[in-house]
């Protein structure tokens, strides 16, 4: 089944064009299915890209996916035209008497600040606590990973000596996870990322296991069954050229930034990528939404109870 998603969202023009099953609104209230609602708070400054490339990865599942986007309520983006926004994002109190199978909260540019002097930290804890009751499952990435470990479990993260960045070789901790099934032993993953949390700091009475790590860049992902939540810390969505634009973005500011590793061939940033996490990133996607589905109650006014 494909993903339904705002018939004129910019993200759909490009999934038609690259083969993603996408459905109009029409034809998803002709079916006689009942959808997976996921919402996705988008928490990234490119908000339109963002949408694509979880739109991308929600779209090459077998099940009818609807997508909601979802944004802190009165938080004003900066790179993203307000039309857009207006068209078609629901700010989180207009949609929090309303429940989810599945709810993504993204990375964000805010991971060197500590999280209680984000401007939108209350809120964000009151969407945390709120997933607890109106949510099945969650599925946090990069900043919104750390969050969520610190706001449920405390955990710290540390500044890094310079910037995590670039692809990176993983492996696979758990290969009887359902959400690893079809898992290579090793496997790259995009990281960009000037923080960490580390292994040792997972509380022992939290339940949680790790379930994807590096040597060189530390913990991946977390499986968060008390929560119902997986933990990503990087950026396994990311597409071929998002870390080539980051890098370019650094540069033209002036920071101090080198090329990410392992990415450019032979490490020529004038030289095309190569993108060699894609497969993994829509098999830990597909591996996700089945579980929602195998777990989720039918009902879905059934969800938190």
């Not at 068209?87 to 709810?103: A, K, L, Q």
């Not at 359902?178 to 939290?206: C, H, K, M, Q």
């Not at 101090?256 to 590793?261: A, D, F, G, Q």
Request: glycine share 4%.
């Amino acid at each position: 089944m494909p993903i339904k998603i705002p018939d004129h969202l910019p993200a759909r023009a490009l999934l038609d064009a690259e083969g993603v099953m996408v459905m109009s609104e029409a034809d998803a209230v002709r079916q006689d299915i009942r959808p997976m609602r996921i919402g996705l708070l988008n928490l990234m400054p490119d908000k339109i890209r963002t949408e694509t490339q979880i739109a991308r990865l929600l779209g090459s599942t077998p099940l009818q996916v609807e997508l909601t986007l979802v944004k802190i309520t009165n938080h004003v983006a900066r790179n993203t035209p307000a039309e857009h926004i207006t068209s078609f994002y629901r700010g989180w109190e207009e949609i929090n008497t309303e429940r989810f199978d599945g709810f993504i909260i993204t990375g964000a540019p805010v991971e060197k600040l500590p999280f209680e002097q984000v401007t939108y930290w209350d809120e964000l804890r009151r969407i945390f606590d709120w997933t607890q009751t109106h949510v099945h499952t969650c599925f946090n990435i990069c900043w919104g990973a750390q969050a969520a470990v610190h706001h449920f479990h405390g955990m710290p993260k540390y500044q890094l000596p310079e910037k995590a960045f670039g692809v990176f070789r993983h492996r696979n901790l758990a290969p009887a996870s359902p959400y690893l099934r079809g898992f290579s032993d090793d496997f790259s993953v995009p990281v960009s990322r000037w923080t960490e949390v580390r292994n040792e700091d997972i509380p022992a009475a939290s339940g949680m296991s790790a379930l994807m790590e590096s040597d060189e860049t530390g913990l991946c992902l977390l499986d968060d069954p008390v929560q119902r939540s997986l933990h990503m810390f990087n950026h396994i969505e990311y597409d071929t050229n998002s870390l080539s634009e980051e890098f370019a973005r650094d540069r033209e500011a002036d920071k101090p930034i080198l090329p990410p590793r392992n990415y450019f061939p032979q490490n020529d940033p004038n030289r095309q990528p190569e993108n060699r996490w894609r497969s993994h990133a829509q098999l830990l996607f597909g591996n996700w939404i089945n579980q929602l589905y195998q777990t989720t109650p039918f009902d879905i006014s059934k969800i938190g109870k």
